[in-house]
């Protein structure tokens, strides 16, 4: 068996081009991560992909920071303050479903 372990390059430029295709064509994006040891490591695997694509990231960080530079793909077009930091869990739901399910009654 061999491994790839040189002149890696070419094949992390098509990566992150595949990266960058699947986020601009795809109606929709999925995600999963999974925890395992590496070298007496945490790490951390996460999968983006979507209707025909498909990428893995390996990191030592679940955080929404780390998700969202993982699927920025290195850009940084955001800003990240204390209002983001210490803010609400994410509502990730749309804004009449987050309001009907605001007004519900609880207990």
């Known amino acids: ?3 790839l ?3 890696l390059e070419a094949f992390a430029q098509e990566d992150n081009a595949v990266l960058q295709a699947g986020l601009v064509s795809s109606p929709y994006l999925t995600d999963d991560d999974a925890n395992a040891r590496h070298a007496r490591r945490p790490e951390v695997t996460t999968q983006i992909g979507g209707e025909r694509f ?3 990231r390996t990191s030592r960080s679940k955080s929404r920071l780390n998700f969202l530079s ?3 793909g290195g850009c ?3 800003v990240v303050n204390v209002a983001t930091q210490s803010g609400p869990e994410l509502d ?3 804004d009449e479903s987050a309001a009907s399910a605001s ?3 609880t207990g």
């Open 103 to 105: 007004q519900q009654p």
């Open 1 to 3: 068996m061999r491994l």
């Open 92 to 94: 990730c739901r749309s």
């Open 70 to 72: 993982l699927l920025r």
């Open 5 to 7: 372990t040189t002149d």
């Open 54 to 56: 498909c990428v893995f």
């Open 76 to 78: 940084e077009d955001y």
